[in-house]
């Protein structure tokens, strides 16, 4: 299934975007090779969120070129899944679940079409994925917060894209569900989609994922998490807002997920 | 009894209007899901004030009065979009500036014609008991056009109205489909300018749906509801403009906020009617 062309999933390089003419963000330059899991960290307002509004368009990049599998990324956008930090959704919108992970299906199914039965079954695919099921007719506004960020999820799992660019994917949910969603991510991964997530939990980063991107305006360090996590890159990244505390043989990062 | 529904339609203008007054009301309704769900009745009440001075230069010109109006609507429409995107003036400012400038132009030229404002009032207040077989013909071919493109496009304006940036991410042209339901809204008021005129239409572009969406919870239910409310409102607004004798447009558009009210009390009462836990 899964299209493989050049030796990465997506190319980033020096990539400047930003709000009205400024950058947040400057000389933004990595890549990565299909099937891996990225964690992009950083504090609030360091740009994570606008990297990925400039990896699909939703921003203009001021400088550089975003190559997905060697061809420019908003060529083939369909070919993105992307769940937004916060969904600013009208709660009392008529969809139901399902019908929200079905507009998931839209780029596929195309223009004046109508879902087929395999487009059915993708979405009850996906909302078993995310363990949804029983909610499938429940209208989105009815979902708690958690349940929605799931349901959001799982219309990113019907899509079934190559690069999925999730937005603080955990934040706001319990720690059951955050771990059935990383979970969930690494079956992704493993079955060869290439997962870039931006999170505030270090250790996660540190436990689960290929590589780590630490972002501040910059690219302070790219690459495996035990590598890239040093004192001083965490530094440079957080200012002096962080730990690195050594427990038996584990690393634990302290953070000070509300520093501004 | 029997009698009193049939008689007034062995009239022809009241066939006529009775046609007419349905398909406008429908395809009002129609439109109006996206207008209540996006909340946009500003909008849809600028765009016909908007095409006031288009009736205007029409009527001044001897030209066609639809074509007038849809050159001012669509041009709004259009002027909305920019200006709110190319400068630092919010949305709803931006509407304000370009529908009231307008409609005072429409007011402007209305000044200047002396003694036939009668007919121009017509279009303000509307009159669907004037309806003319080229008005319904209109009506129906430029009605045809918005229900085609609404079937077609019925996804795509669905993930428009309910996440437009995560339809942008996926690639569709967001710009282009906020500009393609911006210019059915401008068509919707021009064919129901004739039958509920240019001050009224709004309420007959949002009321039905508003009221449908206190019924239901599906997207399309709530379109469907819509349009029979709507429908139910034009026929009985009309029994009551002939029976009373009052201005059928109002009368057409009163039902309607009735509806609303009807069924906004009836769903309070239910809920003070459940038993608490
Ligand atoms: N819509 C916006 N308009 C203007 N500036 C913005 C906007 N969104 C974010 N910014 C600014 O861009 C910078 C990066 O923000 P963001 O990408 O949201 O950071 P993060 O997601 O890492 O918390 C911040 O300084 C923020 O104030
Ligand atoms: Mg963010």
Known sequence: MEKKGGQYCLEVRELAAGYDGTPAIEGITFAIPPGQMVGVIGPNGAGKSTLFKAILGLIPRQQGEILLHDAPALDQRAMMGYLPQLEEINRAFPVSVEDVVMMGRYPRIG????????????????????????????????????????????????????????????????????????ALLEELRNSGKT???????????????????????????????????????????????????????????????HHR | MIESFVAPFEFGFMQRALVGGVLVAAICALVGTYVVLRGQAFVGDALAHAAFPGVVIAYLLKGNIYLG???????????????????????????????????????????????????????????????????????????????????????????????????????????????????????????????????????????????????????????????????????????????LNVASGAAIVLVSTCLFFLVLASRRLRIAAKPRA
């Not at chain 1, 429940?138 to 917060?145: A, K, M």
């Not at chain 1, 349901?151 to 720690?175: I, K, Y």
């Not at chain 1, 790219?222 to 584990?250: C, N, S, W």
């Not at chain 2, 393609?180 to 509920?196: C, E, H, K, P, Y």
Request: net charge neutral; with cysteine; hydrophobic share 50%.
């Open chain 1, 111 to 182: 223009w004046c079409r109508r879902p087929r039965s395999h487009d059915d079954e993708a979405v009850r695919q996906a909302l078993a994925r995310v363990e949804l099921l029983d909610h499938a007719r429940t209208q989105i506004g009815r979902l708690s917060g958690g349940q929605q960020q799931r349901a959001f999820l799982a219309r990113v799992l019907a899509q079934d894209p190559h690069l999925l660019l999730l937005d603080e994917p955990v934040s706001g949910v319990d720690t059951t569900t955050q771990h059935a969603i990383f």
């Open chain 1, 195 to 257: 997962v870039v997530v931006a999170t505030h939990d270090l250790n996660c980063v540190v436990e689960r994922f290929d590589q780590v991107l630490c972002l501040n305006r910059r690219v302070i360090a790219y690459g495996p998490p035990k590598e890239a996590f040093r004192e001083d890159t965490l530094d440079q990244t957080y200012g002096h807002h962080l730990m690195i505390v050594q427990v038996g043989d584990r690393r634990v990062v302290v953070a000070d997920e």
């Open chain 2, 69 to 243: 109006a849809t050159v001012f609507a669509v041009a709004t429409a259009l002027g909305i979009g920019l200006v709110s995107r190319r400068s630092r003036v919010s949305y709803d400012t931006a509407i304000g500036i370009m529908f009231a400038g307008a409609f005072a132009l429409g007011v402007l030229l209305m000044s200047t014609i002396q003694g036939y404002t009668v007919d121009l009032f017509g279009f303000l207040f509307g009159n669907v008991l004037g309806i003319s077989r080229r008005d319904l013909l209109l009506v129906g071919l430029l009605g045809a056009l918005v229900v085609l493109t609404v079937v077609l496009l019925y996804k795509e304006l669905l993930l428009l109205s309910f996440d437009p940036i995560v339809a942008e991410a996926m690639g569709y042209p967001v710009q282009a489909l906020n500009y393609l339901l911006l210019g059915l809204m401008a068509l919707t008021i021009v064919i129901s300018i004739q039958a509920v005129g240019i001050i009224l239409v709004v309420a007959l572009l949002v009321t039905p749906s508003a009221t449908a969406s206190l019924l239901t919870e599906r997207f399309f239910r709530m379109m469907l509801l819509g349009i029979l409310l709507a429908v139910l409102a034009a026929v009985i607004g009309l029994y009551l403009s002939y029976y």
